[in-house]
């Protein structure tokens, strides 16, 4: 299939995207991968932009001369002398990249993002730290993979910390909480698109638009959601399919974001902005997500054409996941992708007047919802 | 202890850069990798799009029947219509190349070296000798640095410009015994320097390889690592 060069195609390609040093000879990398050497490569707008320019900008904008681990002048002048300095306390980005050939990972991880530096190698442990490390009575089953035996409390507690024990002194250094280190900047790590239809609960079927217009939209595969808590009063069983999503990770993330900014915002009308607050801001502090509403997902470019091949099209929910360790980088962070975004105030106003307005609605007489609201009527006569 | 304060003015990139050998062996090695990686990309299945067997979904798949792919995003096309189109892409590419050689040479230019990020640089009469622009005399104690950067900057080039200050915070400083100068940084969004010549006599928008040729050796190691 890539045997085949179209010499006209791809004149353009060479001309955009190369200099005259890539025309010598390609690497024997290259020969037996089955590659198109002049085929045009994915080169999404934002991640260059934000590795070539807003990283540095967010770098000022975040950085604390305040805080206890910013290093004084005396620290960084005897780190000088040392030459390499250890992960933990690493200053600068130039060191993640001064790696010999041998360190760099070469292959993709086995928990299957392919990873190709170790910023985001550094990603997907903590990562797969943090799926492996489930509470409740899915820990058991995770501990013996071999034949799924359950094991007694005592070893998994030993197994536990000696996991704890490998893998603390690594995760210590990709903390969650801002500290003022170049390599803590914040990037998008993955984005998330979920639609919940609790309708599918009768007719299955309508989950084929949702998923269809979910891979329209993203040019990745949607998977189905299914539901984790029952609700007789619903209908609902636990394992049912409810919903949909679609995770993308970088570079499709940065390419979604793109479109979304360029060509869907836009168009929604009425819409304020993104909420500055982190919806999650004990477990992950970095997600800042809205709502796309069901009337706008058709303003897609890649669904308003085809409009009338979706019989639905549902609510989709947009959660943006950073690598932030606060709201203000990860908005930050956004923003300097051309995200709009409210004025903080006045969405900590609007949280206030709701929680304000439920509480004076509360009663603490329990049968109040089965007394008339108009009593002074009287009853019948 | 006389406390300064220059402005770093950057006009940020506008195009993307000129892929070397290495930066397009990693993008299509990572494009190879996600093509392999399950769930990424999602074939094209031309039924969603179109009515089987129509003739709408022939013609379109007669058209897109070999194309190499190296990524997952981006396709080139095959068609004879395609390559038309393309010849005429290549001569607007051509034309806007001789406009751009021309537009690179000119230093006052904002459109020039689109692919990099450029920096105000000017002239000051009195040192005669190119540094950033700022505030000409020191700091009084009542002003904050990043109003001082700014009214030193309005000084100097004029209230033309429209810029957003990142941050408040100094980016960096050089120190002598006698002084210390802070560096603000501050991006233009538009607009265009209007020089004050009591205070410069010529201007230029810079990129860094230009600047390590225009400022004194020193002073330019002094900044060099805060571009």
């Given at each position: 299939?890539?045997?085949?060069?179209?010499?006209?195609?791809?004149?353009?390609?060479?001309?955009?995207?190369?200099?005259?040093?890539?025309?010598?000879?390609?690497?024997?990398?290259?020969?037996?991968?089955?590659?198109?050497?002049?085929?045009?490569?994915?080169?999404?707008?934002?991640?260059?932009?934000?590795?070539?320019?807003?990283?540095?900008?967010?770098?000022?904008?975040?950085?604390?001369?305040?805080?206890?681990?910013?290093?004084?002048?005396?620290?960084?002048?005897?780190?000088?002398?040392?030459?390499?300095?250890?992960?933990?306390?690493?200053?600068?980005?130039?060191?993640?990249?001064?790696?010999?050939?041998?360190?760099?990972?070469?292959?993709?991880?086995?928990?299957?993002?392919?990873?190709?530096?170790?910023?985001?190698?550094?990603?997907?442990?903590?990562?797969?730290?943090?799926?492996?490390?489930?509470?409740?009575?899915?820990?058991?089953?995770?501990?013996?993979?071999?034949?799924?035996?359950?094991?007694?409390?005592?070893?998994?507690?030993?197994?536990?910390?000696?996991?704890?024990?490998?893998?603390?002194?690594?995760?210590?250094?990709?903390?969650?909480?801002?500290?003022?280190?170049?390599?803590?900047?914040?990037?998008?790590?993955?984005?998330?698109?979920?639609?919940?239809?609790?309708?599918?609960?009768?007719?299955?079927?309508?989950?084929?638009?949702?998923?269809?217009?979910?891979?329209?939209?993203?040019?990745?595969?949607?998977?189905?959601?299914?539901?984790?808590?029952?609700?007789?009063?619903?209908?609902?069983?636990?394992?049912?399919?409810?919903?949909?999503?679609?995770?993308?990770?970088?570079?499709?993330?940065?390419?979604?974001?793109?479109?979304?900014?360029?060509?869907?915002?836009?168009?929604?009308?009425?819409?304020?902005?993104?909420?500055?607050?982190?919806?999650?801001?004990?477990?992950?502090i970095g997600i800042l997500g809205f709502k796309i509403p069901v009337g706008s997902v058709g303003a897609f470019p890649d669904i308003e054409p085809h409009f009338d091949l979706y019989p639905n099209l549902f609510e989709i929910g947009v959660e943006i996941h950073t690598t932030a360790g606060s709201?203000?980088?990860?908005?930050?962070?956004?923003?300097?992708?051309?995200?709009?975004?409210?004025?903080?105030?006045?969405?900590?106003?609007?949280?206030?007047?709701?929680?304000?307005?439920?509480?004076?609605?509360?009663?603490?007489?329990?049968?109040?919802?089965?007394?008339?609201?108009?009593?002074?009527?009287?009853?019948?006569? | 202890?006389?406390?300064?304060?220059?402005?770093?003015?950057?006009?940020?990139?506008?195009?993307?850069?000129?892929?070397?050998?290495?930066?397009?062996?990693?993008?299509?090695?990572?494009?190879?990798?996600?093509?392999?990686?399950?769930?990424?990309?999602?074939?094209?299945?031309?039924?969603?799009?179109?009515?089987?067997?129509?003739?709408?979904?022939?013609?379109?798949?007669?058209?897109?029947?070999?194309?190499?792919?190296?990524?997952?995003?981006?396709?080139?096309?095959?068609?004879?219509?395609?390559?038309?189109?393309?010849?005429?892409?290549?001569?607007?590419?051509?034309?806007?190349?001789?406009?751009?050689?021309?537009?690179?040479?000119?230093?006052?230019?904002?459109?020039?070296?689109?692919?990099?990020?450029?920096?105000?640089?000017?002239?000051?009469?009195?040192?005669?000798?190119?540094?950033?622009?700022?505030?000409?005399?020191?700091?009084?104690?009542?002003?904050?640095?990043?109003?001082?950067?700014?009214?030193?900057?309005?000084?100097?080039?004029?209230?033309?410009?429209?810029?957003?200050?990142?941050?408040?915070?100094?980016?960096?400083?050089?120190?002598?015994?006698?002084?210390?100068?802070?560096?603000?940084?501050?991006?233009?969004?538009?607009?265009?320097?209007?020089?004050?010549?009591?205070?410069?006599?010529?201007?230029?928008?810079?990129?860094?390889?230009?600047?390590?040729?225009?400022?004194?050796?020193?002073?330019?190691?002094?900044?060099?690592?805060?571009?």
């Amino acid at each position: 299939m890539f045997a085949r060069r179209l010499p006209k195609a791809n004149i353009l390609g060479r001309h955009l995207a190369t200099t005259p040093e890539a025309a010598a000879t390609p690497s024997p990398y290259l020969q037996s991968s089955g590659i198109d050497p002049d085929a045009p490569v994915a080169r999404p707008r934002l991640e260059e932009y934000l590795y070539s320019t807003l990283v540095d900008d967010l770098m000022v904008l975040s950085y604390c001369h305040n805080s206890p681990l910013a290093p004084t002048v005396e620290q960084l002048k005897a780190k000088e002398g040392k030459g390499k300095s250890d992960a933990y306390n690493s200053t600068s980005i130039a060191t993640l990249f001064q790696t010999p050939l041998a360190k760099l990972p070469t292959r993709p991880l086995e928990a299957g993002r392919p990873v190709t530096n170790l910023l985001s190698l550094k990603a997907a442990r903590y990562g797969m730290y943090h799926a492996n490390a489930v509470s409740g009575r899915y820990k058991r089953r995770l501990a013996n993979i071999i034949d799924y035996t359950s094991i007694t409390d005592a070893q998994f507690a030993k197994l536990d910390r000696l996991r704890t024990k490998v893998t603390r002194d690594e995760h210590r250094a990709f903390e969650k909480h801002f500290s003022p280190r170049a390599d803590h900047l914040p990037a998008i790590q993955k984005i998330v698109l979920k639609i919940w239809e609790e309708k599918a609960v009768n007719n299955k079927q309508i989950l084929l638009p949702a998923l269809m217009s979910l891979e329209a939209i993203t040019g990745a595969s949607a998977e189905p959601l299914y539901a984790t808590i029952k609700d007789a009063t619903k209908i609902i069983r636990v394992g049912m399919p409810i919903g949909a999503t679609v995770t993308l990770h970088p570079p499709q993330a940065y390419e979604f974001l793109d479109k979304l900014t360029q060509t869907l915002l836009p168009r929604l009308r009425e819409w304020p902005g993104l909420s500055p607050l982190c919806s999650k801001p004990k477990k992950n502090i970095g997600i800042l997500g809205f709502k796309i509403p069901v009337g706008s997902v058709g303003a897609f470019p890649d669904i308003e054409p085809h409009f009338d091949l979706y019989p639905n099209l549902f609510e989709i929910g947009v959660e943006i996941h950073t690598t932030a360790g606060s709201e203000k980088a990860a908005v930050a962070l956004l923003s300097g992708f051309q995200m709009p975004f409210r004025e903080r105030d006045e969405v900590i106003a609007e949280i206030k007047e709701a929680d304000a307005l439920g509480r004076a609605n509360k009663t603490d007489d329990p049968f109040a919802k089965y007394k008339k609201k108009d009593a002074g009527k009287g009853g019948k006569k | 202890m006389k406390l300064l304060v220059q402005v770093l003015v950057q006009r940020n990139p506008v195009t993307l850069k000129p892929l070397s050998a290495f930066d397009k062996a990693y993008l299509q090695y990572r494009d190879a990798l996600l093509l392999k990686t399950p769930g990424v990309t999602k074939p094209f299945l031309a039924d969603n799009f179109f009515k089987r067997g129509s003739l709408l979904q022939t013609k379109w798949l007669a058209l897109h029947a070999d194309i190499p792919h190296s990524s997952p995003s981006s396709p080139s096309p095959s068609s004879s219509s395609a390559d038309d189109e393309l010849a005429g892409v290549m001569q607007t590419i051509e034309a806007t190349d001789a406009v751009m050689a021309e537009r690179n040479s000119d230093l006052k230019s904002l459109d020039r070296r689109l692919s990099d990020p450029v920096f105000l640089t000017i002239k000051s009469k009195n040192l005669n000798a190119w540094s950033l622009p700022g505030l000409m005399a020191p700091l009084p104690e009542s002003e904050l640095l990043h109003e001082a950067a700014k009214r030193g900057l309005e000084e100097t080039c004029g209230q033309n410009m429209e810029l957003w200050n990142v941050g408040q915070v100094p980016i960096g400083h050089i120190s002598n015994e006698k002084e210390k100068t802070f560096i603000m940084k501050q991006l233009i969004l538009s607009g265009q320097v209007e020089l004050n010549t009591k205070i410069a006599s010529d201007h230029a928008w810079l990129t860094k390889e230009e600047m390590s040729t225009h400022f004194d050796k020193g002073y330019f190691e002094s900044i060099k690592d805060l571009i």
